[in-house]
């Protein structure tokens, strides 16, 4: 990139202006991201609760019960954290003292840690019901492993804070916290690593075995959380990776050069963006779910239907009349059609 000014100044004050119109641009994007999301979350859960309402002839449940849900509470927190993190590091970018930088790089880098463990945990219990299924005996390793990442992860926030108190707009290299928090950041990055691939290959190891078996509620409900918990926890990986290059290149690159702020522009931008997608893939597995929960309610109230019909269209005794009572009646779907039994001491059979 060729540019006009040839001093140092010149050109790191060249490049910061362009810096203030991305953040500006991308403080825009998340707020926006937000708004849709929160008010996408509030109608899925509204519709849902409807739905579930009118298909199970329950009666209408509290906002309390239905918005207030723990994954519900969840993704609104993650939507709220991930629009702060973009408006904060737009005014920590252009704070005008010192005592604002610090205090913007520390909101942002706590709001930015609470983020990653919130997306880290919802990660785990969405992979959670298929890893005690495949995996029992490694639940509460995987759960040991998640608390030490949340530990790990806001200690070395806190000494990434303490290493950047001068006000100078880079952290102090010369800290003594500064080694302490590159060997943290190494740990959390390998931690959830691991997690991530470990439920990847659980999700992936379930989806091939619903393969060759039957397909039945629980199975069609777990196949969709595999489907879109592989591609979360895949997608929390790339994220990892993006977020530790970008802090690499902030620690090792000269800003004298155009490629520096580019990759720096680049992979910052990523970092900040990925979370959003991230949060809509949660809601668009939210709808799958509820579309399964909705196929199967009508799958049940057709073959409560059906069996009602057959019933009321007048049945044929077989033998001496039957009593009543300790009747068991199984409803049974086959490619004969809809079958009554009925079961008493003596095995009778009812045909309509």
């Known amino acids: 990139m060729n540019i006009s000014a040839n001093s140092t100044d010149d050109i790191l004050t060249f490049f910061s202006d362009q810096q203030i119109i991305l953040y500006q641009a991308l403080a ?16 899925l859960v509204g519709w849902i609760e409807r739905r579930d309402t009118m298909m199970s002839n329950q009666t209408s449940l509290t906002f309390k019960t239905t918005v207030l849900r723990p994954a519900n509470t969840l993704i609104f927190l993650m939507i709220l954290l991930h629009a702060g993190s973009g408006c904060i590091y737009y005014a920590y970018y252009i704070a005008p003292t010192a005592f604002e930088d610090v ?3 520390a909101a942002y880098d706590v ?12 990660t785990w219990e969405l992979g959670k019901p298929v890893i005690q299924l495949l995996y029992p005996n490694h639940t509460l390793v995987c759960k040991s492993l998640v608390i030490l990442f949340t530990v790990l992860q806001f200690t070395a926030t806190a000494l990434d804070i303490s290493c950047y108190t001068d006000g100078s707009g880079y952290a102090d290299t010369t800290h003594p916290a500064y080694k302490v928090m590159q060997a943290l950041i190494v740990c ?21 075995r619903t393969r060759e078996a039957a397909v039945t509620p629980d199975t069609r409900h777990l196949e969709v959380l595999s489907r879109y918990g592989a591609a979360s926890a895949a997608w929390l990986l790339a994220w990892q990776c993006i977020t530790d290059a970008n802090t690499y290149v902030i620690a090792n690159a000269d800003w ?19 979370p959003g997608v991230y949060l809509f893939w949660q809601l668009r597995m939210k709808w799958a779910l509820h579309v399964v929960r909705m196929s199967e309610l009508e799958r049940k109230k057709s073959i409560v239907e ?16 039957a009593s009543t009572s300790g009747c068991q009646s199984i409803f049974a779907m086959g490619n004969a059609g809809t079958r009554v039994v009925v079961e008493e001491g003596s095995t009778k059979q009812l045909k309509g």
């Open 111 to 122: 709001c930015l840690a609470t983020l990653t463990v919130l997306m880290m945990g919802f």
């Open 103 to 105: 205090l913007g790089y």
């Open 28 to 43: 825009w994007t998340t707020a926006s991201l937000a708004l849709t999301q929160m008010l996408g979350l509030l109608a």
């Open 188 to 208: 959390t990055t390998l931690l959830l690593s691991t997690l991530s691939l470990f439920v990847i290959l659980c999700y992936s190891r379930y989806l091939r």
């Open 306 to 321: 059906r069996a009602r019909t057959v019933s009321g269209g007048g049945l044929k005794r077989t033998g001496s009349t």
């Open 256 to 274: 004298t050069q155009a490629e520096s702020w580019t990759a720096y522009a680049m992979l910052n931008t990523l970092s900040i963006l990925m």
